[in-house]
Structures are given as C-alpha cells and as structure tokens.
C-alpha cells in the first residue's frame, strides 16, 4: 500500500509522519508552510499582553504540546519530501500522481480544493480531525471549543474521508479521548493529540486489511460547525476558567454519563 501524506509543518505533524513511517512506510510527504506577514498593531500589542496573563495556561498547552513532540521527532521520516506554500499547488497535485498513492494522509494543511481531491488515489483521500464529528467541527481548535462551550464529554477526534467541506466528509470513525480528570490543560492537548495520531494509525491499518467504512454526518447528528471568526476573547477566558469544572466532571462520572448519549463510529 503507497501511502502520501499532505501535512503542515509543525512538529505534530511530523510527529505523526515518524509514527506512520514506523509501520507503514510512507512513499512521500509534502509539507505546505505557507508564507504569512505580520503586521504589528495596537491590537495585537494588547493581545499579546493578555495572553501572558490571562491566557498563558492557553497559550502554553499549545506551545508544550508542540515542544514535546519537537523533542520526539526532530527529524522527517527518510522518504521523498516536498514543501510547497500552498497544498493546492500544482507541484503537490503532480508529486502524488507520480508517486500512484494508493492512500492520502492529510493532517494540518488548509482546506484541499477541487484539483487536489481529484488525485486518483485507490483506497481514498483521510484526513484528520481533533474534535468528534459531527458534533463539534471547524476551528481554531475543536478541544478548545469543547472546554469553553462546558461540552467537555464531546472532546475526542475523527478520522473521515475528506471532501470540499469543513469537517464535512463521511467518517471512517470516531473515538473519545480518554481523560482521568487529574490533567492540566497543557497535558490535555498531548493526550487529545496522541490519541488522534494513535486513531489515524489504526485506522490505516484497518484500511491495509482490504476493510472500509463510510458513515455520512447527516445520519449521526446535525452539529455543530465553529469559525475562527468567533473565537473571542471572551471564549479564550471560558477555557481557562472552566478547566476545574471539568476536572470535576469528568472524575465525578459526569462526563461518561453524557458520552452514552453520543454516537462514536467504530472500526468494525
């Protein structure tokens, strides 16, 4: 099986290309690093000064999370590595073609286009998504929205067959993340993380096996799409502020109780 990955260039992604590599050797990666120009703004001079005080342990989880990977895996797996800017480029399109990909990885790119998806790959085109489809979709962070919204029973990860949408495409499946209630939110966003690389790997080797599932959102839940737009300060605070709360919840059996109530798509 020719696996490809589409990925983006933080050390998670690359974290989760060492571990597919581990077990199923990957025949090219390409990485998208877009380019991006910053403008410096009172706003964000006052933004910044919140979130080192207000929201450090928010902005923290994101950095730690990243440094321990970064630790991990400081270096890509030794296959065929393209970086582009953008993944909808013509040089991506024309590097999975030449390499027949028989399965496309894709984690932590931009939203794929139309050319892009019409790569003919055998099995089909995954991507990954940290929150539990379709209950919780969009961004900027799925486990973010969940700790802000109090839907902290709804934190988990998806893996679904991508298509032009936003967290649209049918699912292969869906788990909850495992959580005791003792974790800060740094060591929520490992353990969220781990788990959505552990479901991808389990799921590719689903695939390798000749099995398949696709399970359309429409028949599980209408739910609920967030846009980066609406990620205000005042959410920002909620995460920080309702951590306890769901440390209480969760070690309370609260949490469990409401996930009896959710549709998660197994591997069968």
């Known amino acids: 099986m020719k ?7 933080q050390a998670n ?8 590599h581990a077990k ?25 000064g919140i979130d080192r005080t207000l929201l450090s342990p928010l902005v923290d989880a994101w950095r730690d999370m990243l440094a321990n990977y970064k630790k991990r895996f400081p270096d890509y ?3 065929e590595l393209l970086e582009v800017e953008n993944i909808n480029s013509n040089e991506a399109f024309d590097f999975t073609n030449k390499l027949q990909a028989d399965l496309v990885i894709v984690s932590g790119t931009r939203l794929v286009r139309k050319q892009l998806l019409s790569v003919p ?20 962070n799925c486990t973010n929205w969940c700790i802000a919204t109090g839907d902290f029973h709804l ?45 991808y790997i389990r799921a590719i ?29 005042r959410r920002k605070i909620q995460v920080v502020t ?3 709360r769901m440390q209480a919840e969760i070690k309370s059996g609260k949490t469990a109780g409401k996930r009896k109530n959710i549709t998660a798509v197994k591997l069968d």
């Open 3 to 9: 696996i490809v990955l589409w990925i983006g260039n």
């Open 13 to 20: 992604q690359k974290a989760l290309a060492n571990k597919i």
């Open 24 to 48: 199923f050797p990957i025949a090219g990666i390409v990485k998208e690093s877009p380019i991006t120009k910053k403008k410096l703004s009172l706003g964000k001079v006052v933004q910044a």
């Open 77 to 79: 797996p030794d296959t």
């Open 121 to 140: 790959a055998k099995i089909g085109i995954l991507n990954l998504h940290t929150g539990l489809s379709p209950y919780v979709k969009g961004g900027p």
């Open 155 to 199: 934190i988990g990860n998806t893996i679904m067959w991508i298509d032009a949408g936003i967290d649209s495409g049918n699912i292969l499946t869906t788990e909850f993340t495992h959580l005791d209630g003792s974790e800060n939110l740094s060591q929520v966003h490992i353990k969220v993380m781990e788990h959505a690389h552990d479901l």
């Open 205 to 233: 080797e689903f695939l390798s096996q000749g099995r398949t599932q696709t399970v359309p959102q429409s028949t599980i839940n209408p739910g609920k799409t967030y846009y980066n737009k609406e990620w205000t300060l």
């Open 242 to 244: 309702n951590l306890r």
